[in-house]
Each structure stands twice: as C-alpha cells, then as structure tokens.
C-alpha cells in the first residue's frame, strides 16, 4: 500500500510540474509589462510600470500583512518578481527555493535575494509535511541603509545627554530579518526574536525554546508556500485586493463563535442553577 502512495505522489508532482510550465508564459508576461518604463513617473523602481506592485499584493496577504514594516516598503518597491522553484527538479519533496529579484537600489549591492526551505520527508500515513532547515540569504547593506536596524527605544523620563550608547543601533523588526532567516531544528532561538510577540501569535504563554523554534520554522514555511501557490500566480489578484479574504465573512464567523460561547455559557450557569434547585429541593424534603 506504501508504495502504491509512492507512486501517486510521484505522478502528482509531475502533472504539476506540467501545470506550472503552462503558467510560466503567464509570469513572463506580466512582469514584461510591469518592468516597462515608457510613461513611468518613477522608471527606478522594480516595477516602473506600477510602483509599489509587489509590496501591496504581500500587504493584502494575511500572511504578511503584519510581516512588512513601514520602513521596509521603500526597499521592497525596487522586487522586479518572485520566482520559485524546486530544490530538485526530480524531487519536489525535498523542498523549494523563492528568488527575489531586484531592481539596482541604493539600499543593498545584491540583485537577488533567496530563501531556501528544506523538507523532512513527509509522513505517508497522514501527509504532514515539515520543514528542517531554513538558508537565507542576507543582504550586503550600503552605508546607512540597513533597516533592520534602528535606534532604540525611548525610556520613559526626562530629557538626558545623548550619550555614545545612545547613538548606537539595535535588530528590529523587519521583513529582511524574519522571512530571510536561517535556522534549523534543533537551533538555539535567535537573540532577536521578540518571544512575547511569538507566544502571542501561537497562543501559548509557556512555551518552551524548542517548541519556539519550531513555531519559527512551521510560520516561515506557511508563508513560504503562500508565496508559491498563491501570491506568485495570482500577484495582480493579490495586489488589486480580489483574493484578500472578504472582511464582512470573517467578521460574521467571529460573531457566530461569540454568539456559540454566549449560548454555552447561558446553558452552564442554566445547569448551575438547575442542580442548586434540586439541591434545594431535596433539603425540604429531608426537613
């Protein structure tokens, strides 16, 4: 039986491979007519065509709405495109890789930047599927231009003399730091991960280190194949808002679950009262 899902999966990789060969024409295509500079108001940027393309179609993503910082959009609006593509082209199980490509910019020397996922193999019996090791590739920052790095945050006080420790920069927050990071299971977590914000995100107040490594690497996976199957293909669709989940649907789920909560919570303070009644009932028949 394993090996009858060996070969089913091996076949379904390979109609996909199809299906993305059709679709790369497509790609093509549309990051022709987005790098075309004639009429532009702003020909230096990835996409002179339509300024800011791929940084809206990441913020309309609820993967990476929260994942982009005000201070990484001017860089990101010099992406020309994302391309993806297999570790092994005969093996799509052992991972892929994302490939941004950049437009010359007074930010970083390189002109791409890639991030790589490797695969554990994937459990046969329930199709999870896991990653191992995360490569990125981190930019060569020009002078003054790193934006992952900032000035710290101010104490609360008064005014005091800027001193020589002042002046120096700290990691924050940044899309170049997280989606472009290295690490691997079994890793020590990274000094600049904020573990308040992680737990927050996960929902568990007490993790331990290890389970935060492997919240990182499960999110950075998430987003990767978000990329892949769905803002790479449909990136004008993303950038026009048209594949954003719709707002007033999600905003009716979240009533709903209230509303259940509210019903639950009315019928165990009804058993409450109901058992205390009988309680009750039982004493003055006693008495």
């Known amino acids: 039986m394993l090996a009858v899902q060996k070969e089913y999966e091996k076949e379904v990789q390979k109609i996909k491979r199809q299906y993305q060969a059709q679709q790369a024409p497509f790609i093509e295509a549309r990051d022709k007519v987005l790098s075309e500079k004639a009429g532009s108001e702003d020909a230096a940027t990835g996409t002179p065509a339509l300024k800011g393309f791929w940084v809206q179609a990441l913020l309309n993503h609820p993967a990476f709405e929260d994942e982009v910082e005000s201070y990484d959009i001017p860089v990101l609006e010099f992406l ?93 927050k940044s899309f170049f730091r997280d989606f472009f990071r290295s690490l691997k299971e079994g890793d020590e977590l990274p000094e600049d991960v904020d573990t308040q914000q992680l737990c927050m995100q996960i929902g568990d107040d007490e993790m331990e280190e290890e389970e935060m490594v492997d919240a990182l690497l499960e999110n950075a996976y998430d987003c990767g194949m978000a990329l892949r199957t769905q803002i790479i293909p449909f990136a004008v669709r993303w950038y026009t808002g048209e594949a954003a989940p719709d707002e007033e649907y999600d905003d009716e789920e979240e009533e709903e679950e209230e509303e259940d909560e509210d019903v639950e919570l009315e019928e165990e303070e009804g058993g409450r009262k109901g058992g205390k009644k009988k309680a009750e009932q039982q004493e003055c028949k006693q008495q």
């Open 80 to 172: 020309r495109t994302i391309e993806a593509e297999d570790l092994d082209k005969e093996d799509a199980e052992k991972g892929f890789r994302l490939i941004f490509h950049f437009a010359e910019n007074p930010y970083f020397t390189e002109g791409s930047l890639t991030q790589e996922y490797h695969m554990q193999e994937p459990n046969r019996y329930n199709g999870e599927v896991k990653v191992k090791e995360l490569k990125g590739c981190s930019p060569s920052w020009k002078a003054g231009q790193d934006v992952t790095m900032g000035k710290p945050a101010k104490q609360a006080g008064g005014k005091k003399k800027k001193s020589h420790k002042e002046k120096m920069l700290e990691p924050r």
